[in-house]
């Protein structure tokens, strides 16, 4: 079996390697390949960064990737 790029939308995470620590619970193998927020929160006065949303795209099994 090959390895796959998968896109998680809408992780709730205050950061990227919170993020990967979410996704590592269900592919302990994983690796992050890009990620962006959901919302900006630059030109707003509220920022409200526990609650932020996040896109992940992430390998599921390094193991499996071949060179």
Known sequence: M???I???RKIKARDSQ???NIIKI???RAKLITYFFDFDFRHTSKR???NRTMTVAF???TNKIFF
Do not use: G, S
């Open 48 to 50: 409200d960064y526990d």
């Open 2 to 4: 090959k390895a796959k």
């Open 18 to 20: 919170e993020a990967i």
């Open 26 to 28: 269900k592919y302990p």
């Open 6 to 8: 998968l896109i998680r």
């Open 59 to 61: 390998v599921d099994d």
